[in-house]
């Protein structure tokens, strides 16, 4: 894909949570399954979709979308390469009007956003640049997906959770077979982290 200034070559998952310990909570489980679940929510149509921005992440960093009335991002997810997404089906949103989604074919309907600029009721999601992937859910791996954190502090919370479960798993094996046997069920941390600042 070509390079731009202004639009990332990655797309990002955020997570959403009360706190950053549910938000981080949630990237942990996400990580945990190797997969985001499709949702309908916020979709005209109920169609099931996994959505990310393609805005680059210094726009996330100092909480940049808690600006916007619409409170729904941590800053926590996954980054994407986007040709990774595009080839498993993921495009772009349609921003346009409410009376846009009946004229779309129903194949294209599903990427539809409202977008009502001049309305009485201004609305305006333009600026999370998304993209949308039609789907039930997207498994993925550590070689895919690049992990995103507020900053260092969480990246290190986020290895010391890893390895404190990978303790726990050998300490378990270790109560029925060989402590040297049961460390061969240890799993390192294979994931890449990207911490907003």
Known sequence: ???????SDKVIHFTNGESKDDAFARLRAIIGERRLIGSSIMVRGGYRCVSFTEAPTGAFVDDFVR???FKRYSQFGLMFPKS???DRGGRPVIYGPWSDFGILPEELRWRHV???PTGEQVIDFTWEREWRMRCDELPFSPAEAAIIVP???WASALRRTHDAQQDMVVE???AAIERQIAELW??????HIAPLQ
Not at 186 to 191: H, V
Request: proline share 7%; net charge neutral.
């Open 1 to 7: 894909m070509a390079k731009r200034f202004d639009i």
């Open 67 to 69: 600006q916007f009335p």
């Open 84 to 86: 990774w997404v595009y």
């Open 114 to 116: 409202r977008y009502e």
């Open 151 to 153: 900053n260092e502090e």
């Open 172 to 174: 378990l094996y270790a």
């Open 186 to 191: 240890r799993e390192p941390f294979r994931w």
